[in-house]
T-cell receptor, first 110, second 113 residues
Framework: RKEVEQDPGPFNVPEGATVAFNCTYS??????FFWYRQDCRKEPKLLMS???SGNEDGRFTAQLNRASQYISLLIRDSKLSDSATYLC???????????FGAGTRLFVKA | ETGVTQSPTHLIKTRGQQVTLRCSSQ?????VSWYQQALGQGPQFIFQ???????GRGNFPPRFSGLQFPNYSSELNVNALELDDSALYLC????????????FGSGTQLSVL
């Protein structure tokens, strides 16, 4: 079993749809959590950090449930430009080890 | 842009050869991490350097080694290249401040023939 697991995808949604990505992690010592976005043939870029209290950045909402070791990302009112791979990321060992999930590919269609 | 630069952008090697990839970190960042990303997969953690020392390592064999220099730039060396080493190699810089946000370079695409 992989340490960070994500929905396999791909997700195909129309513009304006709401889409949710799920992620679970197995190491309870994990300390910090992130969502990254990766466009085709490009490097990953930080989308947002994830906190237990939940955090929102415009159309994006991230949530962490430490008890269930579960992370989510919600995208509302999807845009064509949201098409990308979304990577769930977990950091542990005092910040010395960062583990990426395999990513979930999102296609937003007109 | 992140300010993290990697060189070269593309490289073709043959099995058994050795390769060195380079990375310049973002100004002010003291930590560099290296990742291997195969097609269709997420980045796999190779190792991290902080203050010129390796302080975290993923499940990669010893033929993957690295260095960090006093200016925080870094090298990834891979010896005895294998076909499965063909991948995108990503360097990320960060500030070891408990925040651990990573800023990636655009990567080196390595092909082993």
């Amino acid at each position: 079993r992989k340490e960070v697991e994500q929905d396999p995808g791909p997700f195909n949604v129309p513009e304006g749809a709401t889409v949710a990505f799920n992620c679970t992690y197995s190491n309870s010592a994990s300390q910090s959590f992130f969502w990254y976005r990766q466009d085709c043939r490009k490097e990953p870029k930080l989308l947002m950090s994830v906190y237990s209290s939940g955090n929102e950045d415009g159309r994006f909402t991230a949530q962490l449930n430490r008890a269930s070791q579960y992370i989510s990302l919600l995208i509302r009112d999807s845009k064509l430009s949201d098409s990308a791979t979304y990577l769930c990321v977990v950091n542990r060992d005092g910040g010395f080890k960062t583990i990426f999930g395999a990513g979930t590919r999102l296609f937003v269609k007109a | 842009e992140t300010g993290v630069t990697q060189s070269p952008t593309h490289l073709i090697k043959t099995r058994g050869q050795q390769v060195t990839l380079r990375c310049s970190s973002q100004s002010g960042h003291n930590t560099v991490s290296w990742y291997q990303q195969a097609l269709g997969q997420g980045p796999q953690f190779i190792f991290q350097y902080y203050r010129e020392e390796e302080n975290g390592r993923g499940n990669f064999p010893p033929r993957f080694s690295g260095l960090q220099f006093p200016n925080y730039s870094s090298e990834l060396n891979v010896n005895a290249l294998e076909l499965d080493d063909s991948a995108l190699y990503l360097c990320a810089s960060s500030l070891q401040d408990g925040n651990e946000k990573l800023f990636f370079g655009s990567g080196t695409q390595l092909s082993v023939l």
